[in-house]
């Protein structure tokens, strides 16, 4: 039987911290479905067709992925899909509290949906999309903080050009 594990985000944009989880998720499972959650009340920088792409283009190399995404409750989604695993990153005590609260809702809404929490190596400890498009947006320096195509379209998007 093909273990199936759904890692879902807004991806807003994908990280190189998001690249490493899903790299290691691949160590464990089969197949990993990226799913980004079209969430119609935020308003992200880049459009869902565009984050797709940045996060095929980045795990080119990574037989097992597969991008979708979804706009229902997530375990009715990963139950579509096939799968019985979400994947959630956890960088630090901020992040608890939110996915501690997530985890035991999609376990109420469906007992049989496990959460598996991976942490980030050292290196991408502190990186969020939210700190990425601040810094960015700011003129700092995300250059090895994302993946290449996601530095490129930052730059045009703010307008700014690569170091």
Do not use: C
């Not at 990153?89 to 809702?105: I, S, W």
């Not at 700092?140 to 490129?152: A, N």
């Amino acid at each position: 039987m093909e273990r199936i594990a759904v890692y879902p985000g807004t991806f807003d944009p994908v990280t190189n911290g998001h690249i490493d989880l899903m790299r290691r998720a691949l160590r464990l499972f089969d197949r990993l479905i990226v799913a980004l959650f079209d969430n119609f009340a935020k308003e992200p920088m880049f459009p869902i067709e565009q984050r797709k792409e940045f996060i095929r283009i980045a795990t080119a190399d990574m037989p097992g992925i597969e991008v979708d995404s979804f706009n229902t409750l997530l375990v009715d989604y990963v139950r579509q899909k096939g799968a019985h695993i979400i994947i959630r990153g956890l960088r630090a005590t901020y992040d608890f509290d939110y996915e501690y609260q997530m985890t035991l809702m999609n376990r109420r809404l469906d007992s049989s949906i496990e959460t598996v929490i991976l942490m980030p190596t050292e290196e991408y400890f502190y990186v969020s999309s939210t700190l990425i498009k601040e810094v960015a947006a700011l003129g700092g320096e995300v250059k090895g903080l994302v993946p290449e195509v996601v530095e490129r379209a930052l730059m045009e998007k703010l307008g700014r050009r690569r170091t």
